[in-house]
């Protein structure tokens, strides 16, 4: 049986070379490969192009296809029998790209700390220099 899903994650004026970054960080934690070049996605029946992979071994598939759009991005995987829902990495990656891009725009204007809990990050800032 297959279950191959679309999942959109809305995101304004992506920056490639983080969510580069951002894909890494979430391919070693789910115990994936990450693939950025020819990469596609196979699911049972077909296969797509995509733009990133997360090479991971599924029972109808290889893992989790990334497309980038203007203003989002996609997800694409056969999710049936898989180990990590679809939500819920639709759910990493927004929190780990939205994340990285505040430590990236702020780091400049001051010190900052990330501390990570299960369902929630806080970010802070100790001093944010001259007003």
Do not use: W
């Not at 996605?41 to 109808?60: M, Q």
């Not at 990236?104 to 929630?120: H, L, R, W």
Request: net charge neutral; charged share 30%.
């Amino acid at each position: 049986m297959s279950n191959y899903t679309i999942a959109k994650v809305s995101l304004k004026h992506i920056d490639r070379s983080l969510l580069e970054k951002v894909l890494e960080k979430i391919a070693s934690k789910i115990g994936a490969r990450f693939v950025k070049e020819n990469a596609i996605v196979k699911y049972f029946g077909g296969e797509k192009k995509v733009d990133y992979l997360l090479e991971k071994c599924l029972p109808f598939g290889n893992g989790y296809g990334i497309i980038v759009n203007r203003n989002d991005l996609e997800i694409h995987a056969d999710i049936h029998g898989a180990d990590i829902d679809i939500n819920e990495l639709k759910n990493m990656v927004t929190r780990e790209y939205l994340t990285n891009l505040f430590v990236k725009m702020f780091s400049q204007k001051g010190t900052i700390s990330v501390s990570e809990e299960k369902d929630k990050t806080i970010i802070y800032v100790y001093s944010y220099g001259e007003t």
